[in-house]
Structures are given as structure tokens and as C-alpha cells.
T-cell receptor, first 113, second 116 residues
């Protein structure tokens, strides 16, 4: 079965520091991959999605960027974190066949101080 | 653009009773997929149930079932014999059948509280 790994689980970073969150996928190849941010008690905000290596689409303008260096690897980055970047970040993947429901990683809780 | 509305920010239920979470959506498509996801306090999102729009039969997964009313664009989730472990945020999601990006549209969620 498919599994998404995310790390770290928790991260506390100072304002202005860089960020790198990694997401890797097991159990399926050539998935579509997504980065979401979720504020406390709120819904999911889609940040980026990727349909293949090197292909990134941004949904909202922001201080973040994403990259997909390998088929099963998706990275969320920032050169300089802002306080507003705090939140819960979820990586998700989708099969390219069937129901195409998303499967999610365990998430990373980011606190920017 | 498609929208998904969950009009109940919070619902509560007594253990062993039944609760229904509502979801409505707006689309001009005739075929699509609908999903319910559960996000417990651990925040790991888990697929609960899915429904294909062209199937008239309501999907069922153990204690979870849906009431899919295509004409009314309604997709409610019924949880029978509620358990303490059902306490979570529940998200309704819609996705078109075609489209290379496979991006679903999520509702804002309903927080379910289960009382012992």
C-alpha cells in the first residue's frame, strides 16, 4: 500500500531562517504530489502540486517554494521564514488511476518565532 | 469553479448513537468523485469513504455510510454506533473525473465531538 513519509514531525525556527520540509512516497510510482498548509481548526490550503519530476504549480503567492527532484520526493522550502509561515504542513499524493483519492503524510508542525 | 460547503462547524453525539454530517457542493459536471476524510487529533488525514457520482447506490464502509443526493448536490455522512475514536475533524471533498492535476476541493470541515 502507498505511504507518505514526512519529516521532521515538529520544527521550531526563528524568523528569517531557511526551511526545508521533505516528503517521500512509497508504494506507488509517478504520483501527483501536493503540499497543503492547515491553520489550527481550519481547512486545507493548497500551496503547490506536482504532476512529475521538475513540474511544480503554485496555487498561492507566498514566501515558499517547492521542488520535485525525484519521482517520489517533494520538498517545500523557504529562504527566509516569516511569522505567518507557522502552521501544519501536509504532503499528499494521488494515484493516477482509479478514484484518485488523496493519501496523506503525518504532517509537520512548524512554529516560526 | 467547484465549491464544497460544510455548514456545521461542530457536531456532537453520544457514544453508540448515530450522527449525520452534512456536505453540499456546486458543480456543472455530470461525473465526479466525492470523498469524506477524517482527521483525528493526531492530524493524520484518513480516507473514510468515497462515492462515484454515476453510481446511484450509496457507499457504505462498516459503520460509515453516505446519503448521496445528486440532484440536490448533497453528500452527507452518517456514522452509526458512534465510538470515542470517531472524534475528529471530518472533511468533505469533491474531485472531477478528468483533469491531469487531480486537485480536490475540500470543505472547511466539521468537528465531531463524541460524548461517553
Amino acid at each position: 500500500s502507498q505511504t507518505i513519509h514526512q519529516w521532521p514531525a515538529t520544527l521550531v525556527q526563528p524568523v528569517g531562517s531557511p526551511l526545508s520540509l521533505e516528503c517521500t512516497v512509497e508504494g506507488t510510482s509517478n504520483p501527483n504530489l501536493y503540499w497543503y498548509r492547515q491553520a489550527a481548526g481550519r481547512g486545507l490550503q493548497l500551496l503547490f502540486y506536482s504532476v512529475g519530476i521538475g513540474q511544480i504549480s503554485s496555487e498561492v503567492p507566498q514566501n515558499l517554494s517547492a521542488s520535485r527532484p525525484q519521482d517520489r520526493q517533494f520538498i517545500l522550502s523557504s529562504k527566509k521564514l516569516l511569522l505567518s509561515d507557522s502552521g501544519f504542513y501536509l504532503c499528499a499524493g494521488t494515484y493516477r488511476a482509479g478514484y484518485n483519492e488523496q493519501f496523506f503524510g503525518p504532517g509537520t508542525r512548524l512554529t516560526v518565532l | 469553479a467547484q465549491t464544497v460547503t460544510q455548514s456545521q462547524p461542530e457536531m456532537s453525539v453520544q457514544e453508540a448513537e448515530t450522527v449525520t454530517l452534512s456536505c453540499t457542493y456546486d458543480t456543472s459536471e455530470s461525473d465526479y468523485y466525492l470523498f469524506w476524510y477524517k482527521q483525528p487529533p493526531s492530524r493524520q488525514m484518513i480516507l473514510v469513504i468515497r462515492q462515484e457520482a454515476y453510481k446511484q447506490q450509496n457507499a457504505t464502509e462498516n459503520r460509515f455510510s453516505v446519503n448521496f443526493q445528486k440532484a440536490a448536490k448533497s453528500f452527507s455522512l452518517k456514522i452509526s454506533d458512534s465510538q470515542l475514536g470517531d472524534a475528529a475533524m471530518y472533511f468533505c471533498a469533491y474531485r472531477r473525473v478528468s483533469g491531469g492535476s487531480y486537485i480536490p476541493t475540500f470543505g472547511r470541515g466539521t468537528s465531531l465531538i463524541v460524548h461517553p
